[in-house]
């Protein structure tokens, strides 16, 4: 199973950016899906996830400004990030795994077992 991330970089406050992350390797389509960041000096957080029939979750930072989605037939995930601040500055990652939506929705980091490598998104 591979998880990549792409699309990270330099943005200034109020801009935007969109992250994708490709994945490889299942033999199924992971049930459960999320975008996970970790400032330094910080623990990794939820962001925002989403289950396969594209029901989503996401934290109040982001409500309004992120949005997730994810296209099964193309093995795609991607993270819109509108209305950037400096408070957004981070490593990325995506993350797969199969449970339950009650633990989906709760973006547990111990709960997923797939994670790809990150891609740097700073806002300044």
């Known amino acids: 199973v591979q998880l990549v991330e792409s699309g990270g970089g330099l943005v200034e406050p109020g801009g935007s950016l969109r992250l994708s992350c490709a994945v490889s390797g299942y033999t199924y389509t992971p049930y459960c899906m999320g975008w996970f960041r970790q400032a330094p000096g910080k623990e990794r957080e939820a962001v925002a996830t989403?289950?396969?029939?594209?029901?989503?979750s996401y934290a109040d930072s982001v409500k309004g400004r992120f949005s997730i989605s994810r296209d099964n037939a193309k093995n795609r995930m991607s993270l819109q990030m509108n209305r950037l601040n400096t408070e957004d500055t981070a490593m990325y990652y995506c993350?797969?795994?199969?449970?339950?939506?009650?633990?989906?929705?709760?973006?547990?980091?111990?709960?997923?077992?797939?994670w790809g490598q990150g891609t740097q998104v700073t806002v300044s």
């Open positions: 993350a797969a795994d199969s449970m339950s939506w009650t633990y989906c929705r709760s973006g547990s980091v111990p709960d997923f077992g797939d």
């Open positions: 989403i289950r396969s029939d594209g029901r989503t």
